[in-house]
């Protein structure tokens, strides 16, 4: 059962520039959680979405940022015309329905950078 | 709204030595609590969790927590460390009932040294 995938696992974006980062849960999985991972500063929750519905997008920047889970294909974040500050670590996880919905699975993550 | 704390920012150690990272959180409400580790360049693992039933849980890497309900902690304890421990620790905290978005703690760099 392969884990959490996500890619890139790099990505460099010039200012103004839109990045898209692709998150595909684990088989069985239809809660996905969007984080963002900044040095010093611990794990941001971003967003929680099932298939097809935003449940929480409570730690979404109101701009520039949004995020889908299609009923076919992965999740995708998207970020509109970055800036350096849009430079971190962004952090897929998924969990399984039922009670171990509280337990998440984490991907790799994509290290984005913006110059 | 919970909270986790982790007092430690960075706990060094020597190989071999025991370790103790702190997590205490803020609700006396039922909880289920989680230890996460992220090593270098790698994404969060579940570590291990207290959901129900004994306060003691293990991880089959030789980690144990305990949960006290009165103290409102989850501390993550070693008996042992060794080089490969070498890692980022978070704890977190959800509500049974609740969103199953965990609230994390800031984590604790555990830096092992031969």
């Known amino acids: 059962n392969a884990g959490v995938m996500q890619n890139p696992r790099h990505l460099v974006r010039r200012r103004g520039q839109e990045a898209r980062l692709r998150c595909s849960p684990m088989?069985?999985?239809?809660?996905v959680y969007w984080y963002r991972q900044l040095p010093e500063e611990g794990l941001k929750f971003m967003v929680y979405l099932q298939k097809e519905n935003i449940i929480d997008e409570s730690g979404m920047p109101k701009e520039r940022f949004s995020a889908e889970f299609p009923k076919e294909g992965p999740s995708i974040l998207r970020i509109q015309q970055v800036v350096r500050g849009d430079s971190a670590a962004y952090f897929c996880?998924?969990?399984?329905?039922?009670?171990?919905?509280?337990?998440?699975?984490f991907g790799p993550g994509t290290r984005l950078t913006v110059t | 709204a919970q909270s986790v704390t982790q007092l430690d920012s960075q706990v060094p150690v020597f190989e071999e030595a025991p370790v103790e990272l702190r997590c205490n959180y803020s609700?006396?409400?039922?909880?289920?609590l989680f230890w996460y580790v992220q090593y270098p360049n790698q994404g969060l693992q579940l570590l291990l969790k207290?959901?129900?039933?004994?306060?003691l849980v293990e991880s089959i890497n030789g980690f144990e927590a305990e949960f006290n309900k009165s103290q409102t902690s989850f501390h993550l304890r070693k008996p042992s460390v060794h080089i490969s421990d070498t890692a980022e620790y978070f704890c977190a905290v959800s509500e049974p009932g609740g969103s199953y978005i965990p609230t994390f703690g800031r984590g604790t760099s555990l830096i092992v040294h031969p």
């Open positions: 207290y959901l129900s039933g004994s306060t």
């Open positions: 609700s006396s409400v039922s909880v289920y």
């Open positions: 088989k069985g999985h239809s809660h």
């Open positions: 996880a998924s969990s399984p329905p039922g009670l171990s919905s509280y337990e998440q699975y």
